[in-house]
């Protein structure tokens, strides 16, 4: 199959979709990738370390568009992007459409055959291509809500661990997943004094066995939150309903109760985010302060950390790739339901029950996608 790599477009993502190892895996089981010049310099890697993979280097997006059978990137591709996409093309990415209406209707358009990385499950439950961005944004959260709580910066003045003899900041962490647990090692690592609330009581089990006393754990209720949210200084939204939108935890009369120079962090963004009061923010200017609470909306915070976080990304999605390109869609997803549950857009119609249910599509079967 010929693969192609666009250069990642969205504002200060350096990521890319192939590193340059994985190119030469692909290669090496029979495949050709064409690379858009440039495309990896954000974590390092020139157009001779793609030619030394075996790529072939092309020099606008249109080349790779016009000419790939599969485009493989990482985030949900921009308008001029989707523009270039045809009828029948694969293309395997992060999409997050829940949120999103107008790229969700021009998927629809453009005929594509659509994978969104962040549906694919596994056996265990989980999201095996979500979960090392996860990884990367529970733990940038911290560092983020570390900046943002800086006076500097309109927070509170608060260093997270405090010094001795002075009590360390309130960390609350709403969604246990892998972004709240990874958020929260870094939290109790810097010593404040964190607590994690989640609506899965296996979840709060894990963590608690995890944490011990280092954090508290909660059970989701509404005055579980209030309480919580009252006595925050940064709080870290994390919650996910598979391929939905995010629901709204906290409202806008509870953003204007908190003390000023709250810090909120809303990872959950890219589906639209947790807090009513938050709205997409880019790395070029990530903050915004709305009743003197201070929020944090980057919707591609592992695009700040490319290198990391594009390895990271390679070892979760390379085997997806591979099976796609060796077997062709359809019948790689025959042989793996999992990789069928990331189908969300197929000829024009939404295959993804979710996705489907937030915007007020007709959901249409994955399965009789495959027949
Ligand atoms: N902004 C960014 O750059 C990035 C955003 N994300 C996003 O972060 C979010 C979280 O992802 P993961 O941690 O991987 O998901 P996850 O599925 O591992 O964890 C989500 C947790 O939320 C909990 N939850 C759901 N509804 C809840 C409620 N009403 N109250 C309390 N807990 C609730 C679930 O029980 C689950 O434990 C997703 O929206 C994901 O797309 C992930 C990576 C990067
Ligand atoms: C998952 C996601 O939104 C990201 O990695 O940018
Ligand atoms: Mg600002």
Not at 102 to 114: E, P, Y
Not at 303 to 320: E, Q, R
């Amino acid at each position: 199959m010929l693969i192609g790599v666009p250069k990642e477009i969205k504002n200060h993502e350096y990521r890319v979709g192939m590193t340059p190892e994985s190119v030469s895996e692909a290669i090496h089981h029979g495949h050709s990738v064409i690379i858009e010049r440039s495309a990896g310099l954000g974590i390092g890697a020139s157009d001779e370390h793609y030619q030394n993979a075996g790529a072939e280097i092309v020099d606008t997006a249109d080349d790779v568009f016009d000419r790939a059978e599969m485009i493989v990137k990482v985030k949900e591709p921009q308008a001029s992007e989707r523009a270039r996409l045809r009828e029948g093309q694969l293309l395997f990415t992060y999409l997050h459409l829940a949120p999103d209406p107008s790229q969700t209707k021009d998927l629809i358009d453009s005929g594509a055959t659509c994978i969104a990385y962040e549906t694919i499950t596994d056996p265990h439950g989980t999201l095996p291509l979500l979960k090392p961005m996860s990884q990367v944004a529970g733990r940038m959260s911290i560092q983020a809500g570390a900046t943002a709580l800086e006076k500097s910066h309109q927070g509170k003045g608060l260093l997270l661990g405090g010094v001795p003899g002075v009590t360390p900041a309130n960390v609350v962490i709403l969604g246990g997943g892998v972004v709240g647990f990874n958020a929260a090692q870094m939290a109790v690592g810097l010593q404040a004094n964190v607590t994690i609330i989640d609506k899965n009581p296996a979840v709060l089990e894990s963590l608690s066995h995890y944490f011990g006393s280092k954090a508290k754990t909660l059970y989701s209720t509404q005055s579980a939150l209030h309480e919580a949210v009252l006595a925050a200084d940064l709080i870290i939204g994390a919650v996910l309903i598979p391929g939905a939108a995010a629901p709204k935890l906290i409202s806008q009369a509870m953003v204007q109760t908190m003390e000023a120079g709250t810090v909120l962090v809303d990872v959950a963004i890219d589906q639209g985010g947790c807090f009513e009061t938050s709205k997409a923010t880019t790395h070029a200017d990530p903050t915004y302060v709305v009743d003197e609470v201070v929020h944090y909306c980057v919707a591609n915070m592992p695009g700040g950390v490319a290198k990391t976080s594009t390895y990271a990304l390679n070892n979760a999605t390379l085997p997806f790739i591979l099976k796609l390109a060796n077997h062709g869609w359809k019948k790689a997803c025959q042989q793996d339901s999992h990789l069928l549950n990331g189908l969300n857009v197929w000829q024009g119609k939404i295959t993804n029950q979710p996705v489907a249910e937030s915007l007020g599509y007709a959901f249409f079967p994955p399965s009789k996608a495959i027949q």
